[in-house]
T-cell receptor, first 111, second 116 residues
Framework: GIQVEQSPPDLILQEGANSTLRCNFS?????LQWFHQNPWGQLINLFY???GTKQNGRLSATTVATERYSLLYISSSQTTDSGVYFC?????????????FGTGTRLKVLA | GAVVSQHPSRVICKSGTSVKIECRSL??????MFWYRQFPKQSLMLMAT?????????EQGVEKDKFLINHASLTLSTLTVTSAHPEDSSFYIC????????????FGEGSWLTVV
């Protein structure tokens, strides 16, 4: 099956810093989403981005489907950005709507 | 966005008993829901796909008789952990695909299960 790897696995930032999180996938995908899991476990949908670039406030994301990767940019980070960031993909070959999650990036933003 | 509600958010049960977790789509109909399991500091692992009006499709390695899934209506799927054991303690989370929004999926709040 499709493999989804995220980097870096852990990241510590000072408040106000910028960062880039990466999601690599091993096969063609139909869909890709980025999620933020807060310390209470809740998953928040950030972007639905199978291709192209989107921006929402301090966050933006870019997916280059032909090169099998997606990037999540966080600018002017805040302590509330702490948590785990996951990308999830639907493999084109699967013929289903099953999302496979990446390994995650654990982010801690220090005040 | 679409709302998916999960209940209970936390549950503690005794070893050997069964516990049911509900997943509801509050403002849309969900023909397909998904159940995930997450161990501490790990990623989410898909357990099964819940299809309204038919049997669930389980991922390889997931025990069908232990994790019973029922999707009796277009807004409700349930996961029952039968004869729970301490190793079943985990974070269980459901999601639903919103067809009108393309293939965007929304997640419930998750349920922390502790088996003592």
């Amino acid at each position: 099956g499709i493999q989804v790897e995220q980097s870096p696995p852990d990241l510590i930032l000072q408040e106000g810093a910028n960062s880039t999180l990466r999601c690599n996938f091993s096969d063609s995908v139909n869909n890709l989403q980025w999620f933020h899991q807060n310390p209470w476990g809740q998953l928040i949908n950030l972007f639905y981005i199978p291709s192209g670039t989107k921006q929402n406030g301090r966050l933006s994301a870019t997916t280059v489907a032909t090169e099998r990767y997606s990037l999540l940019y966080i600018s002017s980070s805040q302590t509330t950005d702490s948590g785990v960031y996951f990308c999830a993909v639907i493999s084109q070959a699967s013929g289903t709507y099953k999302y496979i999650f990446g390994t995650g990036t654990r982010l801690k933003v220090l005040a | 966005g679409a709302v998916v509600s999960q209940h209970p958010s936390r549950v503690i049960c005794k070893s050997g008993t069964s516990v049911k977790i509900e997943c509801r789509s509050l403002d849309f109909q969900a023909t397909t829901m998904f159940w995930y399991r997450q161990f501490p500091k790990q990623s989410l692992m898909l357990m099964a796909t819940s299809n309204e009006g038919s049997k669930a499709t389980y991922e390889q390695g997931v025990e069908k008789d232990k994790f019973l899934i029922n999707h009796a209506s277009l807004t409700l799927s349930t996961l029952t952990v039968t004869s729970a054991h301490p190793e079943d303690s985990s974070f269980y989370i459901c999601s639903a695909r919103v067809q009108d929004y393309g293939n965007t999926i929304y997640f419930g709040e998750g349920s922390w299960l502790t088996v003592v």
